[in-house]
């Protein structure tokens, strides 16, 4: 039978007779109970326009035009190899987890900043390029690109 494979990856953490056993566990679980969000912060106008860019609009007719979603998957690779090369750091204690979930937060804002600046794909309809001035695509580009941030947060339930 065909083993399925897991939706996440592992880092490994090596433990040897010297090691402190729950300092390893606190450290784990300190790094376990939060998340980094990436995203834009922004009023509510921004809020939508983000919105529209990234998932696009049928009724609009505008076509998508991910920055987070495509910046979040670009990032990916890089960051599970910083998560592997960190987390046995941590579990010796010459990292700190808050450093990791920094260090993550700042990969991921590079990768969606550099997706953003990149959106030159699918291209203006006619009516709107009649009206648009310059040759950037997104409305508020200026706005929008300012707003997007990362956050670190508690997981919801405790982890």
């Known amino acids: 039978m065909a083993r399925r494979r897991r939706g996440g990856s592992r880092a490994n953490v090596t ?17 376990a109970a939060k998340e980094v969000h ?4 922004g009023d509510a106008e921004l809020a939508m326009i983000a919105g529209v860019h990234e998932y696009g609009s049928a009724k609009m007719k505008i076509p998508s035009r991910s920055f987070i979603r495509v910046g ?11 998560v592997k090369e960190k987390v046995q750091l941590i579990a010796e204690g010459s990292a700190s987890p808050d450093d990791l979930l920094r260090e993550i937060g700042t990969i991921g804002l590079e990768r969606t900043v550099k997706r953003f600046d990149s959106i030159r794909q699918p ?10 001035k310059g040759k950037k695509i997104l409305l508020r580009d200026k706005d929008l690109r300012d707003s997007l941030t990362y956050k670190i947060v508690e997981k919801e339930g405790g982890s």
Request: hydrophobic share 40%; aromatic share 2%; no cysteine.
């Open 15 to 31: 433990i040897d007779e010297n090691s402190n056993i729950p300092e390893i566990k606190r450290a784990l679980k300190k790094l």
């Open 72 to 82: 979040k998957k670009r990032a990916t690779s890089p960051i599970k190899k910083l």
């Open 123 to 132: 291209p203006l309809s006619a009516a709107y390029k009649a009206i648009k």
């Open 38 to 41: 990436i995203g834009m912060q």
